[in-house]
């Protein structure tokens, strides 16, 4: 895959970190002694973190299990620079540089390469999505851009879950566990090889997740079932290249509080009720190195999504292909090509207060992409990129970036570039009606009616970064990032004359129509820290600042807060995280962490500590306890703006038992 | 005030975590390429070279990694104030097209498996220990191949090609390695 190919990867940084005995002590080692040392690979990604250009981390498996970690969105959390909040107990708002909302649209996220927002509101649907953490082999962030490489919608940023290649010498495993919100979870996973050349990996998982807390009651009617099943199979000699096939399926059933908009006092009604979804996800993929370097990657997948909420039934189909070629060197030149097509069909049933036209749609989309990376001295590089996209909507779109990167000495490295990405219109916001809510005036009720536009644009950014990347001490490294970003067309909501709808009831309905009228500015500064204070305790920190500022058209007639739907309002300023482990002897390990999510204009600022203890016996049975959220009884960590009542984060304490054969 | 008080109790907790971190226990991780510098450095103790492989008796013995090195300087580190055979050590970075017929040990990382042939014909028969971490590399082109046991590493070693080369490798490390017929 392009992306392991060509973004760099902070595991790097965390197995130097890791590093513990130096060259010095290997060098009196005996062979015994050397055969009994556990490593930490840090190959797994072909180049190292020094030299990209661009803001990038990747938690690995390790990371997940020290931090005893059971949803794939509470291990964003420990990504620096990408915010979570829950919003109830199977919904989550994911977002970076200054844009964390439900509908968080301006993200690509993907697994194994294939992408898995939804069209429909360019954002992605976490229930769904929380694959069992034990098939999650690693996740790579990059903030910022990536337009150039990746399609529309890698805005803000990219997240790409890798799940675990077949492993026949880790073995199967067998996980069972349960907290104080989780009636039960569990987990399965069966590997091993066929022949020489093929390896298989089985996994299912799945759990019963209570309800949780508000201020009214103890568990609110948002509890939680899902499972998820996954085949995969892998094949392939050095000559033939390696094949790939990836099965994921998934089925939740959630909950989901909702209060809708109704047109007699008090202009609300309670409504809810719980939903199913389906998911399947069939990926097929073939890589090979050739001679004389370069790679050849091939990838070929279809999902197919079925899901029901309160106000509409989604039922989509997507078809993807893409080819991509890399490491194509001349001179000092290296090339990187692709071309990729999607097609995606969907039929979204409405209903009084979602209304989609059409119902049915299909777009396509057909991409090329180029990237020369130019080495102008030994310890500097140029790398300039532009990605082509033809959608059905606004046609060609160009997404091109030059980014600079240099690193004069091992344990330094600069980077800068400056980019252009784009956000295509989602299905909501060419062709929808949504009622947003209902007051009151003069004795009437007012309806707020949002409407699609088949007139709405693309948005565009174009951002301003500048890295360092640097080691401290021998044992403790630094990563920083500041960057400007400017956004142009942002999706604005232009508010209408009011009008009185003669109905038996008659009511004033108040029309807002999606434009692009809105321009943002942000600015803001990541940084990361890591430390390995001696061979057996760690230290990492994340933080990240921002600030937006807006600008809107001459003619606009936005009349929404800057903390509603997607704007930076709804986002924390601050939000950073310490986190320490240490190895208590030989079988346990602790680990603690402190979050700290800063306020955004409804949400109160927290601070939280999470711990975690696991303690391995042998190599066939660990135990895992632990508590989230340890000081805090419960707490809010966002809201939503549209139907969906939030519920309360609660502490919850954890065990699960995991055995190995 | 009883939030700011709690809030900075929280922070007072995560600055003791912080502290207590830095206490130390007992164990041992290392990084890849650290380990297989100490690898490499016990395979200039277990194998013996013919005289034929250096070119005068106080010659430096020398170890070349083929193309794009993943030890940064750790094979220096590790090698520094070692001597192998008695003669002082030189480490060389050699690109493709290089001349390899003075070298005693030539390290081929996973990245550079593309050249295998290239640098099996260059080898082959020569007294170099060519030693690599890809799948297969013992079959046709080196006398030592890496690879991980879960998180330990392993190696592999081709007894047909230790021969062609004339190289003697001790039953001790034969004793530990996987031995390719």
Not at chain 1, 237 to 260: C, H, K, Q, V
Not at chain 1, 270 to 297: C, M, P, V, Y
Not at chain 1, 381 to 409: A, C, F, H
Request: aromatic letters at 10%; one cysteine or more.
């Amino acid at each position: 895959m392009m992306s392991l190919a060509l973004i760099a990867v902070g595991a790097v940084v965390l197995a130097q970190g890791q590093e513990q005995a130096g060259p010095k002590n290997v060098a009196n080692m005996s062979l015994e002694e050397l055969m009994t040392l556990e490593v930490v690979t840090a190959t797994k990604s072909p180049r190292s973190m020094w030299s990209t250009a661009s803001a990038t981390f990747v938690l690995t498996s390790d990371d997940i299990a020290r931090a005893g970690v059971r949803s794939l969105p509470d291990a964003l959390r420990l990504i620096p620079g990408v915010t979570v909040a829950q919003t109830s107990a199977s919904q989550w708002m994911v977002g970076m540089r200054g844009f964390t909302s439900r509908y968080a649209n301006k993200l690509l996220v993907m697994v194994d390469g294939a992408s898995i927002y939804t069209p429909f509101f360019s954002g992605v649907d976490w229930d769904i999505q929380t694959l069992g953490i034990r098939d999650i082999d690693r996740i790579e962030v990059i903030r910022g851009p990536g337009g150039a490489l990746w399609g529309a919608n890698a805005v803000d940023g990219i997240i790409n879950i890798i799940t675990k290649k077949p492993d026949p010498e880790a073995g199967n495993e067998i996980v069972g566990g349960a907290s104080s919100y989780v009636a039960g979870s569990g987990a399965a996973i069966v590997q091993g090889a066929l022949g020489a050349n093929a390896a298989y990996r089985l996994s299912v998982s799945g759990r019963d997740q209570r309800g949780f807390p508000t201020d009214a009651v103890d568990h609110a009617a948002d509890s939680w079932k899902g499972w998820q099943a996954s085949g995969r199979l892998d094949w392939g000699t050095p000559e033939t290249g390696s094949f790939g096939i990836n099965y994921r399926g998934a089925s939740s059933d959630f909950g989901m509080p909702s209060r809708l908009p109704t047109l007699e006092a008090p202009y609300y009604e309670e409504a809810g009720g719980h939903f199913a979804n389906r998911h399947h996800t069939l990926i097929g993929k073939w890589d090979k190195q050739n001679a004389n370097g370069s790679t050849t990657h091939f990838q070929l997948y279809g999902f197919h999504t079925d899901r029901k909420q309160l106000t509409f039934h989604e039922e989509r189909t997507t078809v993807e292909a893409n080819v991509e070629m890399g490491n194509l060197a001349f001179g000092s030149h290296n090339f990187a090509l692709g071309l990729g097509a999607r097609t995606s069909r969907d039929t979204i049933a409405g209903s009084d207060n979602v209304m989609l036209d059409p119902e049915s749609d299909r777009k396509s989309i057909l991409n090329f992409f180029i990237q020369d990376e130019y080495a102008s001295a030994k310890d500097t590089k140029w790398i300039v990129g532009l990605k082509l996209e033809r959608n059905d909507d606004t046609g060609w779109e160009y997404q091109p970036s030059l980014r600079w990167i240099r690193t004069p000495r091992r344990e330094a490295t600069y980077w800068a570039s400056v980019s252009r990405a784009v956000r295509t219109p989602s299905r909501a916001e060419l062709g929808s009606t949504i009622n947003l809510g209902v007051t009151e005036m003069g004795g009437f009720p007012v309806l707020q009616q949002i409407h699609g536009s088949p007139d709405f644009q693309s948005s565009t950014v174009v951002a301003y970064e500048a890295g360092l990347r640097s080691e401290l001490t021998p044992t403790s490294w630094l990563d920083a990032v500041v960057y400007y970003n400017d956004y142009r067309g942002l999706r604005s909501f232009e508010q209408g004359e009011p009008m009185l709808v003669p109905d038996l009831n008659p009511y004033f309905l108040v029309p807002i129509t999606f434009a692009n009228k809105m321009d943002v500015r942000t600015y803001g500064l990541e940084v990361a820290f890591f430390s390995q204070p001696s061979a057996t305790s760690r230290l990492r920190a994340g933080m990240s600042w921002n600030n937006a500022e807006f600008r809107w058209d001459a003619d606009s007639a936005d009349g929404m807060e800057h903390d509603v739907d997607d704007r930076p309002g709804n986002s924390p300023r601050l939000s950073g995280f310490l986190w320490t482990g240490f190895d208590l002897g030989k079988y346990l390990k602790l680990d603690g962490i402190f979050r700290h999510y800063g306020g955004a204009s409804k949400q109160s600022p927290y601070s939280t500590v999470d711990v975690n203890l696991s303690w391995q016996s042998g190599s066939n049975l660990s135990v895992t306890i632990g508590a989230q959220n340890l000081f805090l009884p419960r707490h809010s960590e966002g809201f939503t703006d549209l139907f969906e009542v939030t519920s309360q984060v609660p502490r919850t304490f954890y065990g699960f038992l995991t055995w190995r054969f | 005030m009883e939030r700011v008080a709690r809030s900075a109790g929280r922070w007072v907790l995560g600055a003791a975590l912080f502290v207590v971190s830095s206490v130390s226990w007992g164990g041992l991780q290392i990084s890849e390429y650290a380990a297989k510098a100490g690898f490499l450095l016990k395979f200039t103790q277990y194998v013996e070279w013919p005289s034929e492989a250096f070119s005068s008796s106080d010659a430096a013995f020398q170890i070349g990694v083929f193309g794009s090195d993943p030890f940064g300087q750790r094979l220096e580190d590790t090698f520094q104030g070692h001597r192998v055979k008695g003669r002082p050590v030189v480490i060389r970075r050699v690109k493709n097209g290089a001349d390899l017929t003075d070298l005693q040990i030539l390290y081929v990382p996973a990245a550079q498996a593309g050249y295998a042939s290239d640098i099996a014909r260059q080898t082959k028969g020569r007294p170099i220990l060519v030693v690599g971490e890809s799948p297969n590399f013992c079959k046709s082109v080196g006398v030592i191949n890496f690879f991980l046991d879960g998180t330990y590493i392993r190696f592999e070693i081709s007894s047909p090609l230790a021969r062609q080369g004339n190289l003697v490798i001790s039953t001790k490390l034969l004793n530990v390695a996987r031995i390719i017929q």
